[in-house]
């Protein structure tokens, strides 16, 4: 699994919690995250034109013949059980699945247009920093529920 986000140079409160649960992962399905560099949002910049090139570096960056998981706040919300059964298929088709996480302004339209799925963590505005930790979390716990492990309860 690949998480591909825009942003570099996180603060270390969010590498360190991506890194706890990542790191939890098995070896036959481990969470990759590739850090791609933010469009140009210094004074005068433009917003739209930025979250475009965002969107060229991520769709640049998927590995050949990944399903695409644009994780959106427009996006179908996923129950944790729901994961797990995803995660279970997935371990048996082998398949690349990758993850894309958009800038303060979110996903291009590019994005959008490539997914195969549309996710929400929440309905609730959150800072896409904060969605590489959310999502590491919700991974890890759906292994746990796969594999039998008692973190979920």
């Not at 690949?2 to 992962?25: C, E, N, T």
């Not at 995250?33 to 090139?53: F, H, I, Q, Y």
């Not at 991520?58 to 427009?74: F, G, K, M, S, T």
């Amino acid at each position: 699994m690949h998480l591909l986000a825009i942003g570099r140079k996180m603060p270390s409160w969010v590498d360190q919690g991506f890194h706890i649960y990542a790191g939890r992962m098995p070896p036959e399905m481990p969470l990759l995250l590739r850090e791609l560099p933010s469009g140009d949002r210094g004074k005068g910049a433009n917003p739209a034109r930025a979250r475009e090139v965002e969107g060229d570096r991520l769709l640049q960056a998927l590995p050949p013949e990944a399903e695409v998981i644009c994780l959106d706040q427009r996006g179908r919300e996923q129950a944790t059980d729901a994961l797990a059964s995803h995660l279970a298929d997935w371990r048996q088709d082998g398949r690349d699945r990758a993850f894309l996480v958009g800038g303060p302004d979110g996903l291009a339209e590019s994005c959008l247009a490539r997914a195969d799925a549309r996710w929400s963590l929440s309905r609730m505005t959150l800072p896409h920093m904060l969605v590489r930790v959310l999502l590491a979390e919700q991974l890890y716990r759906a292994w746990t529920i796969v594999s039998g492990h008692p973190y979920h309860r």
